[in-house]
């Protein structure tokens, strides 16, 4: 069953803000975590990744936060730009050889 | 370039009619998946197969089936489509070693039924 959720369907923000989008899991023994957006019509579209062995990684203009100890998720995009407007999900997975379970999206929406 | 195709992107079958969706990789990745994407909601699992081992989801109903004849490509196979089957189909394929790493995406199937 899903084990990955998001805190808040939509997230409104202007052009060059920082957007934080979040997402709360319920498995501990997750130990993989991805963060994908998806624009109408496409398929998910990978933006970063983080192993359970890490708190923090960093990538072009995204940051992904990890809180194991309660279990909380958090894509940080810097300086958001109307090409970011789209649909964020997280997704985990448990161990090798096992598939991504997506959590519900937040819909980010940028105004320039 | 597309490394994860996915035909046809819209698919209209009639109700009943047994329909097949194909998924086709470049990756050369052991892992492929189906998930099914209805409006406003999250990619939702049917299956996947790690090379040849299939691993079907506790509620993926039995109208759907897959098939995997080879590394490149995935079939989903609607038996009796209904009218709730109507969504958006996605393919997807990962390379899992160790441990698990991203998921690549088709661009999706988009079902109607009628």
């Known amino acids: 069953g899903e084990s990955v959720g998001l805190h808040l369907p939509t997230l409104s923000v202007q052009e060059g803000d920082n957007s934080i989008i979040n997402c709360a899991y319920s498995?501990?023994?997750?130990?993989?975590f991805i963060w994908y957006k998806q624009e109408s019509g496409k398929g998910p579209q990978f933006i970063i990744d983080?192993?359970?062995?890490?708190d923090k990684r960093q990538g072009q203009r995204v940051t992904v936060l990890l809180n194991k100890t309660v279990k909380h998720l958090s894509l940080q995009i810097a300086a958001t730009q109307p090409g970011d407007s789209a649909v964020y999900f997280c997704?985990?997975?448990?161990?090798?050889?096992?598939?991504?379970?997506f959590g519900k999206g937040t819909t980010l929406s940028v105004s320039s | 370039d597309a490394m994860v195709i996915q035909n046809p992107r819209y698919q209209v079958t009639q109700f009943g009619k047994p329909v097949t969706l194909s998924c086709s990789q470049t990756?050369?990745?052991?892992?492929m998946y189906w998930y099914q994407q209805k409006s406003s909601q999250a990619p939702k699992l049917l299956f996947h197969?790690?090379?040849?081992?299939?691993?079907n989801e506790a509620d993926t109903p039995d109208n759907f089936q897959s098939r995997r004849p080879n590394t490149s490509f995935c079939f989903l196979d609607i038996r009796s489509p209904g009218l709730g089957d109507a969504a958006m189909y996605l393919c997807?394929?990962?390379?899992?070693?160790?441990?698990?790493?991203?998921?690549?995406f088709g661009q999706g199937t988009r079902l109607t039924v009628v």
């Open positions: 983080i192993r359970s062995n890490m």
């Open positions: 197969y790690y090379d040849k081992d299939f691993n």
């Open positions: 997704a985990d997975s448990v161990g090798a050889g096992t598939a991504l379970i």
């Open positions: 498995n501990s023994a997750s130990d993989y």
């Open positions: 997807a394929t990962s390379r899992v070693g160790r441990s698990v790493t991203e998921a690549f």
């Open positions: 990756l050369n990745h052991n892992v």
